[in-house]
């Protein structure tokens, strides 16, 4: 069983940033797909971003050039960077572990960007 923990979660003023983190339990991390999901009050979940085992790296097209997916496999831990924020990406943010068929959740952090 995988733990994951998120932080980072903040109001902050339309442009600007956030750096989300994804703390995961256990020794196998440098296995996972992470993903970032959001929620944003009303909508369903949507995906944000993916980084793979091996480092590559995807998002959806409204945060391509703001939003920075990494990781750290030496500190368990993904990473969701950020930047140019706007009220449209108010959302509890998820982060999701995938390893072969096993799938783990984060209990979301809360973002609100507004003035």
């Known amino acids: 069983q995988v733990q994951l923990v998120e932080s980072g979660g903040d109001l902050v003023q339309p442009g600007g940033s956030l750096r989300l983190s994804c703390a995961a339990s256990?020794?196998?991390?440098?296995?996972?797909?992470m993903r970032w999901y959001r929620q944003a009050p009303g909508k369903q979940r949507e995906w944000v971003a993916t980084i793979t085992s091996g480092g590559s790296t995807g998002y959806t097209d409204s945060v391509k050039g703001r939003f920075t997916v990494s990781r750290d496999n030496t500190k368990n831990t993904a990473y969701l960077q950020m930047n140019s924020l706007k009220p449209e990406d108010t959302a509890v943010y998820y982060c999701n572990a995938i390893w072969g068929r096993q799938t783990y959740w984060g209990q979301g952090t809360q973002v609100t960007v507004s003035s």
């Open positions: 256990g020794n196998i991390f440098s296995m996972y797909t």
